[in-house]
């Protein structure tokens, strides 16, 4: 089955400051990459996603990269906020099943 | 839309008692997940349906636990009889098969076992 690994597993960054979160996945037939952000005691909310057959995709301040090659991808927060603190996972799949990452606990200091 | 609607949102229950999580997907999703999450195994995948039938239910933990999904708008996970390790936080997700593998989560189940 899937594999997927998140790095780093925290993350403190200057409100201001860039933020990069990076996931290898094992399984070559995976074409699905989302990124959830998670509150404290809140859901999973998706945030961003990529599929296999592109490379970038940016919504505003976030962006997602996808190496197929290398089987990793990552997510870019520019201009971070404090709002931005959370915890952050990615997952891979194919089909229907995803497997999430072990999450990056991101916090955003004034 | 109402999203996803998990009940109860919270659950404390003394060990052996059979729990009960339930719940709603969003109106014209035909996929639907249960996913556990603690704080030492992450967000694990626990069984997933389509269109009402199981696909995979390889993350089961043991047989104590059992989900069915009766028609599209309804599905319960069931854990009898509940330990204390059962303790974590019980997600629902539902999502489309065809336009996508987005998943939208529920608010979640606190499960507490004393």
């Known amino acids: 089955g899937e594999n997927v690994e998140q790095h780093p597993s925290t993350l403190s960054v200057q409100e201001g400051d860039s933020a990069v979160i990076k996931c290898t996945y094992s399984?070559?037939?995976?074409?699905?990459f989302p990124w959830y952000k998670q509150e404290l005691g809140k859901r999973p909310q998706l945030i961003i996603d990529?599929?296999?057959?592109?490379g970038e995709k940016k919504d505003q301040r976030i962006a997602v990269t996808l190496n197929k090659t290398a089987k990793h991808f990552s997510l870019h927060i520019t201009e971070t906020q404090p709002e931005d603190s959370a915890v952050y996972f990615c997952?891979?799949?194919?089909?229907?099943?995803?497997?999430f990452g072990t999450g990056t606990q991101l916090k955003v200091e004034l | 839309d109402a999203g996803v609607i998990q009940s109860p949102r919270h659950e404390v229950t003394e060990m052996g008692q059979e729990v009960t999580l339930r719940c709603k997907p969003i109106?014209?999703?035909?996929?639907l997940f249960w996913y556990r999450q603690t704080m030492m195994r992450g967000l694990e995948l626990l069984i997933y349906?389509?269109?009402?039938?199981?696909?995979?239910d390889s993350g089961m933990p043991e047989d104590r636990f059992s989900a069915k999904m009766p028609n599209a708008s309804f599905s319960t996970l069931k854990i009898q009889p509940s330990e204390p390790r059962d303790s974590a936080v019980y997600f629902c997700?539902?999502?489309?098969?065809?336009?996508?593998?987005?998943?939208?989560f529920g608010p979640g189940t606190r499960l507490t076992v004393l």
């Open positions: 109106s014209g999703h035909n996929s």
């Open positions: 349906f389509n269109n009402n039938v199981p696909i995979d």
């Open positions: 399984d070559s037939a995976s074409n699905y």
């Open positions: 997700a539902s999502g489309r098969t065809l336009g996508g593998n987005e998943q939208f």
């Open positions: 990529i599929r296999s057959n592109v």
């Open positions: 997952a891979g799949g194919g089909g229907n099943k995803l497997t």
